[in-house]
């Protein structure tokens, strides 16, 4: 009798992340600890339409954190944050939400979502088959209540590691104290580590895993609440003050995930080379993503900028982009040594030999030019090709109607950072191929660039800062990859 072996089931680690702002009103008209009043039957109700449940929690006087079957919730007076992974439908869960908040008297003021790239975007459900479609749901759900849609980004390249999506709309009101978050993802877990996260019969305890794997000592000061899954999987919810930090474990071969996330004050976060150092050495990855972001980039304009990359591993991708809601976002592909070799031997070259310090550096060098009001997005690989453009994006067209229109910064492509007044545009589609054409018959890739962002942009006011000439074309377009001339721009009609 033949057995019929079945396909071994996958699980998405990568998660989704909505954080929301509400306007928490000081006449007595919403209750004091604002959303914090939510009844737990409301939240289990939240939770069910994100297709997910609480499993445990955690409080102290400034929010609740919860540990979930699928990742974690937190809530605050006056913010909201679910994160979500595998196939759950977070924001299935946002207009019920707008409506439980509406009955405390609270509405949106700023909205955040963000997410690493799906291992397996086919597997995921509306409104996340796609970037495009989350963010049609978000500008539905938010763009009345806010009083405007919002800007959407991705940064990274997706040839050296995972992308970030990054969706923002609204301002916080006043000058509230800044809030840091840095997240780390990391894919290709080391065996000896992932196996750490089993239940087998070696297994203790929750607590006894989050001691023993080093994760206790990431915020030795926090309440920690934490669960190891059946057969597999781990959470970890750890608060402290207003701090807090959050791990995601799935452990199995062949879609091995891990995140790590803290966030609040500065102090809350900490130092962000050690952290990084620290995951790399919990979980021994054999790729890595990291995006620090800051909501009020005036008072850190430093926050973001690397020291050091651990021992073993380089940084081929880094990228830096100036949010509409004061604050910026910076973002690293990390890569073990094994792991680019292997991948520069599929490309059919040798890995990189250059130190990753001229790339860390540009980046610091970029994030202290951006806090002067100069430049507003970055984007660098390991050979060093740097691209930057002024922070004069949305700049008047000569008859006053409005936005010029400006580049898109995705290279999954129809995500534009401005829309014209009259909410009318039409897109421009600039191919590869027509772009090697053009590039030919320019004396230098810098001069070619220039031409085709006058042409293709006309009304736009960008400068673009290049170390390029004298490159080859190929390595110069796949260098420009995340503000690539050729890909989609966007101006009014």
Same mark, same amino acid.
Not at 88 to 102: G, I, K, N
Not at 304 to 312: K, M, R, V
């Given at each position: 009798?033949?057995?019929?072996?079945?396909?071994?089931?996958?699980?998405?680690?990568?998660?989704?992340?909505?954080?929301?702002?509400?306007?928490?009103?000081?006449?007595?008209?919403?209750?004091?600890?604002?959303?914090?009043?939510?009844?737990?039957?409301?939240?289990?109700?939240?939770?069910?339409?994100?297709?997910?449940?609480?499993?445990?929690?955690?409080?102290?006087?400034?929010?609740?954190?919860?540990?979930?079957?699928?990742?974690?919730?937190?809530?605050?007076?006056?913010?909201?944050?679910?994160?979500?992974?595998?196939?759950?439908?977070?924001?299935?869960?946002?207009?019920?939400?707008?409506?439980?908040?509406?009955?405390?008297?609270?509405?949106?003021?700023?909205?955040?979502?963000?997410?690493?790239?799906?291992?397996?975007?086919?597997?995921?459900?509306?409104?996340?088959?796609?970037?495009?479609?989350?963010?049609?749901?978000?500008?539905?759900?938010?763009?009345?209540?806010?009083?405007?849609?919002?800007?959407?980004?991705?940064?990274?390249?997706?040839?050296?590691?995972?992308?970030?999506?990054?969706?923002?709309?609204?301002?916080?009101?006043?000058?509230?104290?800044?809030?840091?978050?840095?997240?780390?993802?990391?894919?290709?877990?080391?065996?000896?580590?992932?196996?750490?996260?089993?239940?087998?019969?070696?297994?203790?305890?929750?607590?006894?895993?989050?001691?023993?794997?080093?994760?206790?000592?990431?915020?030795?000061?926090?309440?920690?609440?934490?669960?190891?899954?059946?057969?597999?999987?781990?959470?970890?919810?750890?608060?402290?003050?207003?701090?807090?930090?959050?791990?995601?474990?799935?452990?199995?071969?062949?879609?091995?995930?891990?995140?790590?996330?803290?966030?609040?004050?500065?102090?809350?976060?900490? %130092? !962000?080379? $050690?952290?990084? =150092? /620290? *995951?790399? #050495?919990?979980?021994?990855?054999?790729?890595? &993503?990291?995006?620090?972001?800051?909501?009020?980039?005036?008072?850190?304009?430093?926050?973001?900028?690397?020291?050091?990359?651990?021992?073993?591993?380089?940084?081929?991708?880094?990228?830096?982009?100036?949010?509409?809601?004061?604050?910026?976002?910076?973002?690293?592909?990390?890569?073990? %040594? !094994?792991? $680019?070799?292997? =991948? /520069? *031997?599929? #490309?059919?070259?040798?890995?990189?030999?250059? &130190?990753?310090?001229?790339?860390?550096?540009?980046?610091?060098?970029?994030?202290?030019?951006?806090?002067?009001?100069?430049?507003?997005?970055?984007?660098?690989?390991?050979?060093?090709?740097?691209?930057?453009?002024?922070?004069?994006?949305?700049?008047?067209?000569?008859?006053?109607?409005?936005? !010029?229109?400006?580049?898109?910064?995705?290279?999954?492509?129809?995500?534009?950072?401005?829309?014209?007044?009259?909410?009318?545009?039409?897109?421009?589609?600039?191919?590869?191929?027509?772009?090697?054409?053009?590039?030919?018959?320019?004396?230098?890739?810098?001069?070619?660039?220039?031409?085709?962002?006058?042409?293709?942009?006309?009304?736009?006011?960008?400068?673009?800062?290049?170390?390029?000439?004298?490159?080859?074309?190929?390595?110069?377009?796949?260098?420009?990859?995340?503000?690539?001339?050729?890909?989609?721009?966007?101006?009014?009609?």
């Amino acid at each position: 009798m033949t057995v019929e072996v079945l396909p071994n089931p996958v699980f998405e680690g990568s998660e989704k992340r909505l954080e929301v702002d509400f306007h928490l009103p000081t006449d007595g008209s919403a209750p004091d600890n604002g959303l914090r009043a939510l009844a737990r039957a409301h939240l289990d109700e939240l939770m069910t339409l994100a297709h997910c449940c609480i499993v445990s929690s955690r409080s102290n006087a400034a929010f609740d954190a919860y540990v979930l079957s699928e990742s974690s919730l937190f809530v605050y007076p006056a913010k909201w944050i679910l994160k979500t992974c595998g196939t759950t439908r977070l924001l299935q869960s946002v207009p019920r939400l707008l409506e439980l908040a509406s009955t405390l008297g609270m509405a949106p003021s700023r909205v955040k979502f963000s997410r690493a790239t799906y291992l397996f975007a086919e597997q995921q459900h509306f409104p996340h088959t796609s970037f495009d479609d989350e963010v049609e749901f978000l500008d539905d759900q938010f763009c009345g209540p806010i009083g405007a849609p919002g800007k959407a980004h991705v940064l990274g390249d997706p040839d050296e590691g995972l992308q970030w999506h990054k969706y923002v709309a609204g301002r916080v009101d006043g000058a509230p104290a800044p809030t840091f978050n840095l997240e780390i993802c990391m894919t290709d877990l080391g065996e000896a580590a992932a196996r750490q996260f089993f239940r087998t019969e070696d297994f203790v305890s929750a607590s006894a895993t989050t001691r023993d794997t080093g994760i206790l000592g990431l915020k030795p000061r926090a309440d920690i609440d934490d669960y190891v899954f059946e057969p597999c999987g781990y959470s970890m919810n750890g608060i402290d003050g207003t701090g807090l930090i959050t791990i995601h474990i799935t452990p199995e071969k062949g879609f091995s995930y891990a995140s790590v996330e803290v966030s609040g004050s500065a102090a809350d976060v900490g %130092d !962000a080379d $050690a952290l990084l =150092a /620290a *995951a790399i #050495r919990i979980f021994n990855p054999g790729m890595a &993503s990291m995006a620090l972001s800051v909501d009020r980039a005036d008072a850190a304009p430093a926050f973001g900028a690397l020291e050091s990359l651990p021992t073993g591993y380089t940084c081929p991708h880094a990228s830096v982009k100036r949010l509409e809601c004061g604050g910026s976002v910076t973002y690293y592909n990390v890569q073990s %040594d !094994a792991a $680019a070799a292997a =991948a /520069a *031997a599929k #490309r059919g070259g040798v890995a990189s030999a250059d &130190s990753p310090r001229s790339l860390l550096h540009h980046v610091a060098s970029f994030l202290s030019s951006a806090a002067s009001g100069g430049l507003s997005g970055m984007v660098m690989d390991r050979n060093g090709y740097y691209s930057s453009h002024s922070s004069d994006m949305d700049a008047t067209t000569s008859d006053g109607s409005g936005s !010029a229109g400006t580049v898109v910064d995705s290279s999954e492509g129809d995500y534009a950072e401005s829309e014209s007044q009259q909410g009318v545009a039409r897109w421009y589609d600039y191919d590869t191929t027509q772009a090697q054409a053009e590039l030919s018959s320019f004396p230098s890739p810098c001069a070619w660039h220039y031409q085709v962002l006058r042409t293709v942009h006309e009304c736009a006011v960008i400068r673009s800062v290049h170390k390029l000439c004298g490159v080859g074309r190929a390595a110069y377009l796949k260098a420009c990859t995340g503000f690539a001339p050729y890909k989609r721009y966007k101006r009014p009609s």
